[in-house]
């Protein structure tokens, strides 16, 4: 049995470690809150680019599809995986969840005779990665925490140039969907090309008669619909890349914050049990003076 002083110190390290742990469970609590506040304002410019878009294209008619991001490949030979990560741990497996799904999924391409092509956002991702020993094409880390849409712009450049050239035939947008703090979802998305029916709404089934139905306004185009809408699409995908990188910052402060709050409750517990070892130990070494005292007294007598 370990002595009180083995015992202690090993509660005043646990103690020291919840102090830590309830700490950061804090910070990310507060961080949650404003990532979750963008996520709200981020919602109507989103939902703006998308109704532009959408008009622009019902306009544009047979030009829209002209566009190169509009265009599907006939064959396709490379796939371009974009995974957002963070750039810190202690977040449980919210990292490791993203990294594994791109892994399946390239997996998955390879069985399909289909080359990846990886670019990855945070430290961790771009680590883990390079550590399995996949080559990145493009690596974007130190602003997971608190995404800019520039930052989201640099990644959309370098995607949309690899399908514009020819370089990748697809783009698959893989990344954490924050749900609640408790909850966050892989989620898989086709950037690119852009389907013609998540810009038209052809593919919102929930979309009300009324709306349907409604007389819509007649729109004047200055250049014409075809110039603005090549405009927009870039605007498009940017957007869906900036709301991935929000969506990812905003789960991974909620996985923090679970992870840190449940560190805090094994480390409570723990603090329970290394206790009452020492209150064990502090009795047997009462108990074995005890013996001892009573032992000289019997050998006195």
């Given amino acids: 049995m370990a002595s009180q002083r083995d015992v202690r110190n090993r509660i005043s390290s646990v103690k020291n470690i919840e102090k830590i ?37 019902r306009d544009a008619g047979a030009e829209a599809s002209r566009l190169a991001l509009l265009t599907a490949r006939e064959t396709e030979a490379k796939v371009g995986l974009l995974l957002i990560t963070g750039d810190r741990g202690l977040a449980g497996a919210f990292n490791s969840q993203v990294i594994r799904a791109g892994v399946r999924i390239g997996g998955e391409l390879a069985e399909e005779r289909l080359q990846s092509e990886w670019y990855v956002s945070g430290r961790r991702g771009v680590s883990s990665m390079t550590f399995r020993g996949y080559p990145l094409s493009g690596s974007y880390a130190g602003f997971s925490d608190r995404p800019s849409y520039a930052d989201a712009r640099t990644i959309a450049d370098d995607v949309m140039t690899a399908y514009v050239d020819g370089h990748v035939d697809r783009v698959e ?99 329970t049990t290394y206790t009452l070892q ?17 032992a000289g007294a019997e050998g006195l007598s």
């Fill in 21 to 57: 742990t309830r700490a950061l469970e804090t910070v990310a609590g507060a961080r949650l809150r404003r990532a979750e506040r963008r996520i709200e304002a981020l919602r109507p410019y989103a939902d703006a680019v998308r109704r532009m878009t959408r008009q622009a294209a």
């Fill in 173 to 271: 947008l893989i990344y954490n969907t924050y749900v609640s703090p408790l909850t966050q979802r892989v989620t898989r998305e086709t950037l690119l090309p852009i389907s013609r029916a998540t810009i038209t709404g052809e593919e919102q089934e929930s979309e009300s008669e009324r709306e349907r139905d409604a007389p819509r306004a007649l729109v004047e185009y200055e250049p014409s619909p075809e110039e603005i809408l090549r405009r927009l699409v870039p605007d498009y995908v940017e957007i869906s890349i900036y709301r991935a990188l929000v969506e990812s910052a905003a789960g991974f402060y909620g996985a923090q914050m679970t992870a840190m709050r449940n560190a805090t409750d094994n480390a409570g517990e723990l603090i």
């Fill in 278 to 294: 020492m209150n064990r130990a502090r009795q047997a070494e009462i108990t074995q003076e005890i013996m001892e005292v009573v």
